[in-house]
């Protein structure tokens, strides 16, 4: 059975770039009905910050990706929190001590720092098994002993040369002059990532690593200990870095990569979000960009992943959610959509009822990039807007006309559509039709000031839609009321 697993650090919020971790070996293990697994590295207590944990868990319900076994829901491997899995860690440890590839290395730090200085003096790679201490010829008996006062274990190398497959890049190898003896268990009794995450996968069954390509550099020494403990390793599948927007490094907190809770807050959809990170560093090679989990679990495959970095580009993020909302839309109705929208209306919003609600939203969704839009985009429709004539006589299309035409244009416009008996969205469509006629102006001068009059806003839907949905009353009231302000500033 295919088993994969997602095994974030609890070191703060999760961002792009992890989530994306998550998002291929979910899609492999449900591919071939296996099971996915979430496992908590929280080894670096150092690093550790509180709610981490339940944040990963949040976002990943979030995107859909629900896991098999793992943190939250338990499993036949518990406990899935590393910290909880030191005794299972130190028998596998014993095991290399009792076979002499492991053991306990009293050397301080300032020592450690000083071979590190002399090596780079003299200009030769720093390896620490080239000062590797006396301890490291004790017997078995004799390590235990050391190990049990506190000192750290270290693995005795053996340096030769490598060869893997990677499923993505293809046949890798590599020398012996990478092989080191590297740290198992830290002072604190708790494991490395180095030696935690094979004995971890191996007793979970796993099946397909998947992470990022940064850890390339470490597979000779992960071999080494697959073979010193004599265990077959997984399959390994390296992704490519999430590129920073710039495309020149990897994308990394330290750069500003925000949260994917950060882009849900705003009003990203989960479906843009999972569908947007998929697609980064992947393609079926097809001209499609719009994919659903449905799409994606018949789709996706390991060979189409590609081997080089994929820049993230926010843009194109916002342009997928859109997509997105357009679809919901159009393929599950206004109520679909309104019910992602709680939280995302203006505040005034709460004194209308749901159905005027969902009557803004039917007009101006196809013109939102994020949910966090409708509270920017809808306001003149629930509060009337402050009267600001900088912006009718600084138009591109208005400020060659005067004040008088400006008010000329009101007056017929007003007294036409106060002639309207049925205030419906093709009668007004008609009315205004009529007045371009009369007026002989052109729709961006007679629109724009109609639609500037009405909401005072960058942006308005199609104005017989935005006047129907607005009544005859207010939609009057205002008119007439930059009207009046105008008299008053000529005056």
Not at 78 to 93: C, D, F, G, N, T
Not at 292 to 301: E, I, P, Q
Not at 303 to 317: H, M, W
Not at 408 to 436: C, F, G, K, M, Y
Request: glycine share 6%; hydrophobic share 40%; with cysteine.
């Amino acid at each position: 059975m295919t088993r994969t697993r997602f095994a974030p650090s609890p070191t703060g919020y999760i961002h792009i770039g992890n989530v994306r971790s998550a998002i291929y070996p979910y899609l492999i293990a449900k591919q071939a009905d296996g099971q996915f697994i979430l496992r908590i590295e929280d080894t670096d207590q150092k690093r550790y910050v509180e709610g981490a944990t339940d944040l990963i868990m949040e976002t990943l319900r979030w995107l859909g990706l629900e896991w098999d076994e793992g943190a939250g829901v338990g499993g036949p491997n518990e406990p899935y929190y590393q910290s909880e899995r030191r005794e299972i860690y130190h028998k596998w440890a014993r095991k290399l001590i009792e076979a002499g590839r492991a053991y306990a290395d009293p050397t301080d730090g300032a020592t450690i720092d000083e071979y590190r200085k002399a090596d780079s003096a003299a200009k030769v790679p720093y390896l620490y098994r080239n000062h590797r201490p006396s301890e490291a010829e004790l017997s078995p008996e004799e390590v235990l002993k050391l190990w049990e006062k506190g000192a750290p274990l270290r693995f005795k190398s053996e340096p030769k040369d490598y060869s893997w497959h990677d499923e993505v890049i293809g046949d890798l190898s590599t020398g012996p002059e990478v092989l080191d003896d590297i740290i198992l268990i830290k002072k604190d009794g708790l494991p490395t990532y180095n030696f935690a995450h094979i004995v971890d996968d191996y007793e979970m069954k796993v099946t397909h690593i998947v992470r990022g390509v940064e850890y390339l550099s470490s597979m000779p020494n992960y071999l080494a200990i697959y073979e010193a403990l004599g265990i077959n390793h997984p399959k390994f599948v390296s992704l490519p870095h999430v590129l920073a927007p710039q495309g020149n490094k990897k994308l990394s907190k330290r750069d500003g990569a925000k949260s994917v809770v950060d882009y849900r807050d705003e009003g990203i959809l989960p479906e843009a979000m999972l569908n947007y990170l998929a697609c980064l560093g992947w393609n079926d090679g097809t001209e499609q960009e719009i994919y659903s989990m449905k799409d994606l679990l018949t789709a996706f495959s390991i060979e189409r992943i590609q081997n080089s970095g994929a820049r993230f580009d926010e843009t194109k993020l916002l342009w997928t959610n859109g997509i997105w909302l357009r679809k919901i839309f159009d393929e599950e109705g206004v109520d679909a959509l309104y019910a992602r929208t709680a939280g995302f209306w203006p505040a005034e919003a709460s004194s209308y009822d749901v159905s005027y609600q969902k009557e803004v939203l039917s007009i101006i969704y196809d013109r939102l990039k994020v949910l966090s839009d409708l509270g920017t985009m809808t306001g003149y429709f629930f509060y009337d807007p402050e009267i600001d004539l900088s912006l009718l006589f600084g138009n591109k299309f208005l400020k060659k006309l005067s004040e008088k035409e400006l008010v000329d244009l009101l007056t017929v416009t007003i007294e036409r559509l106060s002639a309207i008996a049925d205030w419906t969205a093709d009668n007004l469509q008609e009315a205004l039709n009529e007045l371009l006629a009369k007026t002989g102006k052109k729709p961006a001068e007679l629109f724009s000031l109609i639609r500037i009059a009405l909401s005072f806003a960058p942006f308005s839907p199609a104005l017989n839609l935005t006047m129907k949905v607005l009544g005859r009353e207010r939609s009057l009231a205002r008119l007439n009321a930059v009207r009046s302000a105008i008299v008053n500033d000529a005056a």
